[in-house]
């Protein structure tokens, strides 16, 4: 996918409001947008968004790589277009009126421009789960033929379990010796935990949206449930898109409402998902390290970020240990993947 440079000068030089205008600009003289308006969208990872408004055409949404990311813009990009070739609804690329699908800058940056998905917050009703489980399995269930160009061009999903675990365990030994005696059964508790979670590796490989969970989506207009946020997408066991959904619907967690657990909501993910897609016996044995891995990794880092800080927790209990939601969420695994497997296995 070719693309061209524009003039510019070194962002570091220029005030935010005139970072904005330079883009603004950019944006009508590559994609032929009058009046373009820039506003940031929220992003935990710091990763620069914008919802792009111009006068003569539906929102966008602009995506700025910086310099060394350009890998990151290709995948992205690369999932997106597969996505529209197979017609799976997300969101599109809009390319530029040269027809590039990306627009690198002289100043090192690459913008990578899409369509904006209207709709609202996805609710965590199970009639809106089950539209959600359906919007799943079928992105499992999209074939990845070796003579597409574009499945032979997909990346690997970013978050999986092979990524994750070693970049977790290696958040806890860099704080290893600065962990207090007191805590010191907290992090024996986590790095054991961590090295018991299968990797999933030797399964079958499809294309993974990497981070499903109902907030990571929106409901349209038309009764759709699309999914939002494909960058980190890519090849990995479906078993962990479905692990991480089912969590994200039933127990606590930062990205969820504080919900009881509720076998209905579980039940109507799998229905839904079992009208595209169905999991293998081999997958399903995964189910529980597939629930509790993330939540695993993200204590594994609180941790280590609070031994780093010196913010480590007053009360040094097993209670205290007990009481928060990724330890929760990891001992409510196997207890979430037992009931589920009985609904997968009945849908069969």
């Not at 220029?14 to 590559?30: G, K, M, N, W």
């Not at 986590?190 to 999933?200: E, K, M, P, Q, V």
């Not at 038309?222 to 090849?235: I, K, N, S, Y």
């Not at 994200?248 to 509720?262: H, R």
């Amino acid at each position: 996918m070719p693309d061209k440079r524009e003039d510019g000068a070194p962002p570091d030089q220029q005030s935010a409001r005139d970072d904005l205008r330079l883009l603004a600009t950019l944006i009508e003289r590559r994609y032929g947008a009058e009046k373009a308006m820039l506003q940031p969208l929220p992003s935990e990872s710091g990763k620069r968004i914008y919802r792009v408004e111009h006068a003569h055409g539906p929102r966008w949404v602009l995506r700025v790589y910086e310099t060394g990311s350009s890998s990151a813009a290709q995948a992205l990009a690369t999932t997106l277009l597969f996505l529209e070739d197979q017609a799976y609804p997300a969101e599109r690329i809009v390319r530029s009126l040269d027809d590039h699908v990306l627009v690198t800058t002289d100043y090192g940056r690459q913008l990578l421009m899409t369509t904006f998905l209207e709709g609202t917050a996805t609710d965590y009703s199970p009639a809106t789960l089950r539209v959600l489980g359906a919007t799943l399995g079928r992105l499992h269930a999209l074939q990845l033929t070796a003579a597409h160009p574009l499945a032979r061009s997909l990346p690997l999903a970013e978050m999986r379990p092979a990524n994750e675990l070693p970049w977790a365990l290696e958040q806890l030994t860099s704080v290893a010796v600065h962990v207090p005696r007191r805590l010191q059964s907290w992090y024996d508790k986590l790095t054991a935990a961590l090295r018991s979670i299968d990797l999933c590796e030797d399964l079958p490989r499809v294309l993974i949206h990497n981070d499903c969970h109902p907030d990571n989506t929106v409901h349209t207009s038309c009764r759709q449930v699309l999914l939002l946020d494909w960058e980190g997408a890519g090849l990995g066991p479906a078993i962990i898109d479905v692990g991480f959904l089912l969590a994200s619907c039933d127990t606590e967690s930062p990205w969820t409402p504080p919900l009881p657990p509720d076998p209905a909501r579980v039940e109507a993910v799998i229905a839904g998902y079992g009208q595209h897609h169905r999991l293998a016996s081999a997958e399903l044995d995964r189910l529980p390290d597939a629930i509790r891995f993330r939540a695993l990794v993200y204590g594994a880092v609180s941790f280590a970020n609070a031994i780093a800080s010196k913010t480590q927790p007053a009360d040094n209990t097993e209670q205290a240990f007990a009481s928060h939601w990724w330890w929760q969420r990891a001992q409510a695994a196997d207890e979430i993947a037992d009931w589920a497997r009985k609904q997968f296995e009945r849908a069969r």
